[in-house]
């Protein structure tokens, strides 16, 4: 298949694979389905992102910036970030899981891109330090430690559901309570 229009092929290929990669993970996602899926070339795919790994961290990237894009740490406002991190993932279930897949196929590896990824988090942790420069955030937890236990806290119910379900319950109202406490625990964290 010829590619007519590169931009929304690769768009295609994109949504493909983040679908893919969501599912499967690294090692189960298959170029052939990916392929298939965004109606494009396999060689294409090779041809515009390398090869499956390098497609994996593409995704991967695009998905943190979107994020970043969409909810930027706000120190001034830590209980509206946090429901905002948690509809997020509520809405974009798949950075979760790839995540997820990320962490179980590299550990403690490098990661590809992982300069790009330090850049992403410092940005964040420097928000959060600047809030604690400026007292409204509370300095007890160093920034990279507050923002990991923040996050952690956040994504931690959509990464496993059916814990929040056995653990908390699985009503609306459990769920709503579950935020509240998140949001608690999250003031006491900043607390000054």
Request: charged fraction near 30%.
């Amino acid at each position: 298949m010829a590619a007519k229009d590169p931009e929304a092929t690769k768009a295609r290929i994109f949504e493909a694979a983040t679908a893919e990669f969501a599912d499967y993970g690294i090692a189960g996602a298959r170029v052939d389905r990916i392929a298939a899926s965004a109606k494009a070339n396999k060689q294409l795919i090779y041809a515009y992102f390398g090869n499956k790994a390098e497609l994996f961290a593409h995704v991967l990237e695009r998905s943190m910036v979107d994020l970043a894009a969409s909810v930027p740490v706000d120190p001034d406002d830590i209980e509206g970030w946090m429901d905002r991190l948690m509809d997020y993932h509520a809405a974009h279930p798949e950075l979760l899981r790839l995540l997820f897949w990320e962490g179980l196929e590299y550990g403690t590896s490098e990661l590809p891109h992982e300069e790009q990824r330090q850049e992403h988090y410092s940005r964040k942790v420097a928000a959060l330090r600047d809030g604690q420069e400026r007292g409204v955030v509370g300095s007890a937890i160093p920034a990279p430690d507050l923002l990991f236990l923040l996050v952690a806290m956040a994504n931690w119910a959509s990464f496993v559901p059916q814990m929040a379900r056995i653990l908390v319950g699985g009503e609306d109202a459990d769920a709503q309570r579950l935020r509240d406490s998140m949001k608690e625990a999250a003031r006491r964290l900043i607390a000054r």
